[in-house]
């Protein structure tokens, strides 16, 4: 009788959060797609795509739909099965990270108090990190599979360029965390948002930096996006793809993109936290919805720099990358952390 | 050596201070200009809704002139085949019957006159060679085509509205550019 004196209720909550936050995912990357497009142009005095629906709004769909109807190629001398997993451990890896992201504080529907967040882990952030370095994979597997000089290169690129940017990303990382003494990304949002705190990004400019510099090489964005190289690699480690293959691996880069954004705003930027304003006060579901928008509204603002990044600087070449990475972010991610350490043991007296 | 331009600029060779090797610095300032042009007017024209205005001189498709009574002014004459730099036109030549005064001014007219817009390089020299002032290029451009007979204009492409039975038509064909008589 155990097996029926389990909570069902909270799984059939939890399985719509999944079902509402992958599909939102999916949506949002989708825009996210529409909106570099729109970014890139106004960067550049274009108008973008603007014939698709009022103001080009229905371009995303038609991209989507092009991309599925277009003919599925899987080359001869590729290795089937890795070809075919590569893009799905891409998607997968991607869409993980958003299941442990506080999207706000919890509502109250039919007395029951749901949280909205998939799962408030304790190692919440360091799920994010596995997950994260998994995604390599779908780049590595995706690029050995195609069986093509270029994607190799680029698939060793990506490897090499994750592998040395997750090391800074942990360890500017770790000066957060020193702060709020926890690894749960609702607990370090809770205590910024409690009264009297101040966002992480106040005590940690330097660390903030870091892993904002180390999430664009994470999610191979300019000027880190040696692993797609058109010009020297004829697109990287997606050159063989075609079809709703080659969308998954974009689709989980922009998921990606969302998703560090979302990580960032956790750990640095306060999460739902709308500043100067005091959402205890509202009704709780009130709070909620504030809270979901402010989320929503930071992380937008943090793929536009993302695009606005983009649009404006060239690419790194590999031994720039690689000296930024060892020489110059690591020191300075570990020169942090001392001086954070250093800081809080001073403070404690 | 001379330079070339009087805008070039000596480039330093010095090695890059610490505040260049920083690079942020500069990333900053490339994107505070980045920036600046979300504020900048677009210079794209919209195509099909709108169109460039050209300019009163611009030599564009042919048209087929007609007198104020409608009547056509080309007398097959071939000084404008003749003139073509790019061998485009081509015409037949045939005699007015009694009875077709109002359709051509004089005695002889073109039965045939076809432009090939592949060839046509839109020079005007056919404009230029006219003694009677029956062709003239407008303002508008030849249109795409799916195929390349599409692209040769015959008579019935290039021949003006008659000004007597359709003068608005006919006053939108020949546009703001002046006829000289």
């Not at chain 1, 899987?74 to 990270?97: D, E, Q, R, V, Y």
């Not at chain 1, 070449?317 to 043991?345: C, E, H, S």
């Not at chain 2, 085949?81 to 005064?101: D, Y």
Request: hydrophobic content about 45%.
């Amino acid at each position: 009788m155990t097996l029926l004196a389990f909570d069902w209720i909270l799984l059939v909550e939890k399985l719509i959060l999944i079902a509402i936050i992958t599909f939102a995912s999916l949506g949002i990357a989708l825009y996210t797609t529409f909106g570099e497009r729109k970014v890139a142009a106004i960067l550049q005095d274009r108008p973008g795509p603007n014939r698709a629906g009022p103001f080009g709004l229905l371009q995303p769909l038609a991209d989507g739909l092009k991309l599925i109807m277009k003919e599925e190629i899987i080359p001869n001398s590729a290795s089937k099965a890795l070809f075919i997993l590569g893009p799905g451990l891409a998607m997968t890896a991607a869409l993980m990270t958003c299941s442990v992201i506080p999207w706000s504080s919890h509502v109250e529907l039919f007395d029951r108090k749901i949280d909205l967040q998939i799962a408030d882990i304790n190692i919440g952030i360091l799920y994010i990190f596995g997950v994260v370095s998994l995604g390599v994979y779908g780049i590595m597997i995706g690029g050995w599979a195609s069986n093509n000089k270029f994607s190799l290169m680029a698939a060793l690129r990506g490897a090499s360029q994750a592998i040395s940017y997750e090391l800074a990303m942990g360890l500017s990382l770790i000066a957060v965390l020193m702060i709020g003494g926890s690894l749960s990304l609702k607990t370090i949002v809770d205590e910024q948002m409690a009264p009297g705190a101040h966002w992480n990004i106040i005590y940690q400019p330097l660390g903030f930096i870091i892993f904002f510099i180390c999430a664009l090489a994470e999610c191979n964005r300019t000027p880190f996006d040696l692993p797609e190289a058109e010009n020297e690699l004829n697109f990287g480690y997606h050159q063989e793809y075609s079809s709703m293959k080659l969308g998954f691996y974009l689709f989980s880069e922009y998921i990606n993109m969302i998703m560090s954004s979302a990580v960032m705003v956790c750990l640095f930027f306060g999460g739902y936290d709308l500043p100067f304003f005091d959402e205890s006060r509202l009704p709780v579901n009130y709070a909620a919805m504030v809270g979901l928008g402010t989320f929503l509204i930071k992380i937008v603002i943090f793929i536009f720099v993302f695009m606005w990044i983009r649009w404006t600087i060239p690419r790194f070449r590999y031994d720039q990358l690689m000296n930024v990475g060892w020489k110059k972010l690591i020191p300075l991610a570990l020169f942090n952390m001392l001086l954070t350490a250093a800081v809080i043991l001073w403070r404690q007296g | 050596m001379q330079a070339l331009t009087t805008r070039g600029k000596e480039v330093s060779r010095e090695p890059m201070t610490f505040m260049e090797r920083l690079y942020i610095p500069s990333i900053l300032k490339g994107m505070a200009i980045t920036f600046s042009h979300i504020f900048k007017k677009q210079p794209t024209i919209r195509y099909p809704e709108q169109t460039r205005e050209f300019s009163p001189v611009f030599r564009g498709l042919h048209v087929l002139n007609r007198d104020e009574e409608g009547r056509e002014n080309c007398t097959a004459c071939g000084l404008c085949a003749v003139a073509c730099p790019a061998e485009a036109i081509t015409m037949e030549g045939a005699e007015r019957l009694p009875g077709e005064e109002n359709k051509y001014r004089e005695e002889k007219y073109a039965a045939k006159y076809e432009i090939n817009m592949l060839r046509c390089i839109f020079c005007g020299l056919c404009e230029d060679a006219c003694p009677k002032d029956a062709i003239y290029l407008s303002e508008t451009f030849a249109p795409a085509n799916f195929t390349r007979k599409g692209f040769i204009y015959g008579k019935e492409d290039l021949l003006i509205p008659d000004p007597v039975t359709e003068p608005e038509a006919y006053a939108k064909a020949r546009g703001e550019k002046r006829v000289h008589n």
